[in-house]
């Protein structure tokens, strides 16, 4: 026997009529703050407020101490001098994959596996990935982001998601890997289709944000804007066109709490463990591929192939074509390669907003693969029309505010 | 609460008026319609659009909070309000401390590591952002809220607690 969604909630109430007795109830502090995190007229405020400190020590640990204070000046101060003097035989193809460029003066200059690749991994992303799992660790963990998830609700059913669907959005910040495994907890086919299909296209994960900042630092709130209408935009349309439901959801909101330094503690290692382990290798392998396609000829080979492509339509030098090779393989490493690239801003933040949103990098893809080959090739499919429909108004917009 | 009731709310509605009108003013100037003001310590502008921006806004919120609890200041729910809008403000202070500190730990261009005492205490000389100057004020109304607590536990020892909507 089936019962409506209506009835339902009516035996609900008539069950509660008889079973639940109410007395007077004294309000804490603690309730009175929960209440006015999820009430959209204070709730909003409190969010910026939230995400200000969240990305402001973001950039000013990761960024400013850690990166530009130290380890840009360890890196290209000390460690790619020393690898050029010791490296035996710059002209040789072992020099130009391990080492880079001999002239190169910067590690994001040199594209070597042991000068870029070291560089981006442990001085750029790792801190990075270090604050960024800290602080969502510490908004989780205090109650704060099912506060997010009811606050977001409505918004996000516009979109045919619920207010659960910030968790894998927010995760994704961090990775796309295991923000892919979050949207399991969306309730149907539909939702979880466009969830993954947004990640894949316009959640920048924080290896990407990392370098971003260091590398690109004022193209960065433009690309994050692009991101985020793109996100709105094509989500409101994929809610429109992909048969389903979305249905509501009862979000169980838990009361403020101090986050446990042991919890927070384990958390952070397991997470920075799992990027030191999956990601650190990728971004080596890809930057042995990436010179290997280069000295093979296949990269200049490509990007002929592509000119009229990334010239016309996307309004971006022909030579992006190699960074958005190696973004398949790292989006981090690919932005750090485009930042070597002589290019106007426009033309930049268009090739950021590109290696964002082309293709989700192979970690990402493997998880989409273990979602189910259906889902995944319908998602390649929306992201292949996506890219050239939004690399295209990019550009437009860019030639009509006579910028491009 | 009652004994610091009326000074209490006094306090929270100048706090939050000063604080919208400093979120306000700094985005005003951002907007061009102002140059940069520097009113002793106070500076009102900047050059970094995320932290003066946005950092601003949050500021400005967070005044526009104060205000709308201060006026019922004795009750939990308008209490409630005030510390919101303050632990905005603390929120962008804060960061901008942190972020302070960040910068000035490193040498800069300097051949060594690390910053001198001397390079590093001289950064955090005045002007400051107006969250910065408006923190130590702010602190008051973390200790209404201690006020606050010891007033409400004597009156459930002497049994004397008011309405269950107060503190």
Known sequence: MSISPSRRWELVDCIARRTVSAGACRPTLGGVLGELTVKPLTGIPTALAVLYAFWSVFGSFAGALVTDGFMVRIFDGYWLPWMQAVWPDPGSVHYFLFVGDPAAETCFEAFGMLTSGLFVSFGVVLPAILVFYLMMTLLEDSGYLPRLAVLMDTLLHKIGLHGYAIVPAILGLGCNVPAVTATRTLETKKQRFIMMTLLALFIPCGAQLGIMLQAVPDTVGWVLLYLLIGFVVFGFALSRVIPGSNPEILIDVPPYRWPQRTNVAKKLWNKTRGFLTNAVPFVMLGILIVNVLYLTGFIGWLADLAAPLFVTWFGVPKETVGPLLAAFLRKDLAVAQLSTIPMTPYQMITAVVLISIYFPCVATFAMMVREGPRQLLAAMGVLAVVVIIYGGLIHAVGILLGVA | ?167
């Open chain 2, 1 to 167: 609460m009652k004994t610091c009731g009326r000074g209490a709310e006094i306090f929270a509605t100048a706090l939050g008026v000063v604080a919208m009108a400093c979120g306000a003013a700094n985005i005003l100037v951002w907007a061009g319609l102002y140059d940069g003001i520097e009113i002793g310590i106070l500076a009102i502008g900047g050059t970094d659009f995320f932290r003066w921006v946005w950092g601003s806004l949050v500021v400005a919120f967070g005044g526009v909070m104060m205000l709308s609890g201060a006026r019922n200041m004795h009750t939990v729910s308008s209490y409630g309000k005030v510390l919101l809008g303050t632990v905005m403000v603390w929120i962008v202070a804060v960061t901008d401390i942190l972020a302070l500190i960040c910068e000035s730990i490193p040498a800069g261009d300097e051949p060594q590591f690390f910053n001198s005492a001397a390079g590093f205490i001289g950064a955090f000389a005045p002007p400051y952002p107006p969250a910065v100057v408006l923190l130590p004020f702010t602190l008051a109304i973390a200790c209404f809220l201690y006020a606050g607590r010891g007033l409400t536990k004597a009156d459930e020892e002497t049994g004397q607690a008011g309405d269950a909507n107060h503190f």
